[in-house]
């Protein structure tokens, strides 16, 4: 690999070199295979995060979307890609309603638009008055606004990590000379 290529990944600090030069050094036992990690990361990032983004719009599942972030943040590190593997421990970790890095969200996300599709909230509604159910309490409504933090909290991090990945993705393709 020309040390010019080598150089330009390293200095765009999306890889821990350390990690990744050591499954680069892997390739003289079997051609390619550092690059087929990558393209299998690459699938999986991929998939994984069609079914994060879902989740999200749906504000469902809190607990899968812990599951998610851990599965990729795991992935992400173990090929040394730490501005993914950063984001996807915010998502497993705000997942558990965990805010540990005490992230606060900046005031374009706190009036972001509620993550749920509004036709389906007045859906809902219309559903709940007309079989005459119990109306929410005001702690339903609590939990409601308190769930809703956690959600903004991970679609922030979904963006940072997407925004990373396609970076990461475009150094590599550079790297490996195409094929991601």
Not at 154 to 175: S, T
Request: aromatic fraction near 10%; glycine fraction near 4%.
């Amino acid at each position: 690999m020309p040390e010019q290529k080598k150089q330009k990944l390293q200095d765009t600090g999306l890889v821990e070199w350390s990690v990744f030069s050591e499954l680069v050094a892997m390739d003289e036992d079997e051609e390619g295979f550092s690059k087929n990690l990558f393209v299998t990361f690459v699938d999986q990032f991929k998939e994984t995060f069609e079914e994060i983004e879902y989740l999200v719009r749906q504000r469902s599942d809190l607990e899968k979307l812990s599951s998610l972030g851990h599965y990729l943040k795991g992935s992400a590190a173990a090929l040394g890609l730490n501005t993914i593997s950063i984001q996807c421990e915010r998502i497993q970790n705000y997942g558990k309603m965990d805010n540990f890095d005490h992230f606060e969200l900046s005031k374009d996300l706190q009036d972001d638009t509620p993550i749920k599709d509004k036709e389906n909230e007045q859906e809902k509604e219309k559903d709940v008055k007309s079989t005459n159910k119990q109306e929410e309490t005001p702690d339903d409504k609590e939990k409601d606004n308190d769930d809703q933090i956690w959600f903004l909290l991970i679609k922030d991090a979904c963006e940072k990590a997407k925004d990373g990945f396609e970076k990461l993705r475009a150094a590599l393709n550079d790297y490996f000379d195409g094929g991601l």
